[in-house]
């Protein structure tokens, strides 16, 4: 089973480098291309892929992450998809195997978008309502810095955070540098953000069971020029 996921990892980043030598587009047609890192291994990756549509975008996510350490299992199989009217989230719906636990939920925001209220329900995650404009912690998207009230993608934990800028600085990505905006995230999430001049994410640096994870982008070439 390890084996036959370890392959899909693997081919998941050679399609993703393929795309990105055919794609004519800056953005490689708007999909980004993340590897996931363990202490600085390859344990995996992440897509996104935004389609642009006539009121909005539709986003749709996928994350994989399989390695063995000792006793600890990391394996993480998450896809999401979100719906946006402009810059207005208005749905996300999520299935994620987090090491053994499965979860399903869909969140679903208030159609005339004023007062940011929304319903999260599903299959380990109790029924909420709330109407603190929070987004799912999806970082893709360097507008999430502006929160202060996110939820869990896995079972929509609610989270109380803070953003703060530190600066612009020289990512080093594909040991070439990339500029890039450097943010901190602290309060029930803690995370190290770095985008690039299109408002993509280039990297996010957090710790899990004790070890550094890294998501780095691997498709932001263009960027670098």
């Not at 047609?29 to 202490?39: A, C, H, P």
């Amino acid at each position: 089973m390890r084996n036959r996921v370890l392959k899909r990892t693997v081919s998941a980043l050679a399609t993703g480098s393929v795309a990105l030598l055919m794609a004519p587009s800056a953005y490689a047609g708007d999909i980004l291309n993340f590897r996931v890192l363990k202490d600085g291994e390859p344990i995996g990756y992440e897509k996104v892929d935004i389609t642009q549509t006539a009121n909005g975008r539709t986003v749709e996510v996928e994350t994989l992450t399989d390695v063995r350490v000792l006793f600890l299992q990391f394996h993480y199989d998450h896809q999401r998809t979100e719906q946006w009217h402009g810059n207005q989230l208005v749905s996300v719906k999520t299935t994620t195997n987090d090491d053994g636990t499965h979860y399903t939920y869909q969140a679903d925001y208030q159609a005339d978008y004023q007062a940011d209220c929304y319903d999260v329900a599903g299959k380990g995650v109790g029924k909420r309502n709330a109407c603190d404009g929070a987004w799912p912690l999806t970082l893709w998207l360097e507008d999430v810095t502006a929160k202060s009230h996110l939820y869990s993608v896995i079972n929509a934990e609610p989270y109380a955070v803070q953003t703060t800028k530190v600066g612009d600085e020289k990512l080093r990505i594909e040991n070439r540098e990339t500029p890039a905006t450097h943010y901190e995230m602290s309060g029930d999430v803690e995370r190290d953000l770095w985008y690039g001049s299109d408002g993509y994410l280039l990297k996010t640096s957090f710790k899990r069971k004790g070890y550094d994870i890294d998501f780095v982008r691997v498709d932001a070439i263009a960027l670098q020029e």
